[in-house]
């Protein structure tokens, strides 16, 4: 039997502790089937995001900064980009076509979200959709919303993910509740 607890995070969670949590539900399922996911960590070097976020010129969000100082970066499909991956949103952008469905109006402003934004993932390897982090609104402890990006719709503000932690803890329920269904 899982734990409710294990299936959805409490709403400040870290994500470090969403992750221990997918390790913990993982675990559990250990028992009843031979495909468990396990969270390994891989480092990922103090000089590094140092560069990053000078090639950048950003500061990126302290949760970030925090998961991969503290424990690197979790190697769970395609969570996050290695750090010398993360790039301007603009750059996520391969060929103007991508755009055609914007109109005139909003495709200034589409840009500037864009370049206003660093993308740190891409959910879907193969499609033109990315999670970016918004270093347009920084809030007083330096966090920044976590937004999608997908190439076939207009680009939105953020509303789901005030922080990385939420996106990584989201992430990690709806990863859970797959698991729960397809193997519980």
């Not at 294990?6 to 992750?19: H, I, N, W, Y």
């Not at 789901?160 to 519980?184: I, P």
């Amino acid at each position: 039997m899982i734990r409710d607890d294990l299936l959805k995070g409490p709403a400040d969670e870290s994500a470090a502790a969403a992750l221990a949590r997918m390790r913990e539900f993982s675990d559990a399922l250990r028992d009843q089937t031979d495909r468990v996911h396990h969270v390994d960590y891989r480092p990922a070097g103090l000089h590094s995001l140092a560069e990053v976020e000078r090639r950048l010129g950003v500061t990126l969000p302290p949760s970030y900064m925090r998961l991969l100082s503290d424990h690197g970066l979790p190697c769970i499909g395609p969570l996050l980009f290695e750090p010398q991956q993360l790039r301007r949103g603009d750059h996520c952008v391969y060929d103007p076509e991508d755009l055609s469905h914007v109109t005139d109006e909003e495709l200034a402003a589409v840009m500037d979200r864009l370049e206003a934004s660093v993308a740190f993932s891409q959910p879907d390897p193969g499609a033109y959709n990315y999670v970016m982090f918004r270093t347009d609104l920084v809030n007083e402890d330096g966090e920044m919303p976590v937004s999608l990006y997908e190439y076939d719709e207009v680009y939105e503000d953020p509303e789901d993910f005030v922080t990385f932690d939420q996106y990584v803890s989201a992430y990690v329920d709806e990863w859970n509740a797959g698991q729960a269904e397809d193997h519980v």
